[in-house]
């Protein structure tokens, strides 16, 4: 079940720039409020953070299914 919340995460980040905020500056915060495994919240960190920094403001509609799969393989 938390694989699927990380997924979640990780798809509401690249499409809402909001939310990317928290995630990439409460990553703490957003794993204690979700159903994160250690393992999944250290990827979330270690992985996924980094590259939410590199993404465009914002991420065109169009790309953000690549840019969500990349994530999510990269996270897994």
Do not use: C
Not at 15 to 32: E, K, N, P, Q
Not at 51 to 70: C, G, M, T
């Amino acid at each position: 079940m938390s694989q699927q919340a990380l997924r979640e995460i990780i798809d509401r980040a690249v499409a809402d720039y909001g939310f990317r905020l928290a995630v990439m500056w409460g990553t703490d915060d957003v794993i204690a409020g979700s159903d994160l495994t250690s393992g999944e919240g250290e990827s979330l960190r270690d992985l996924v953070v980094p590259e939410l920094k590199k993404l465009p403001n914002p991420v065109e509609p169009a790309d953000h299914a690549a840019v969500q799969e990349r994530l999510a393989n990269l996270a897994s």
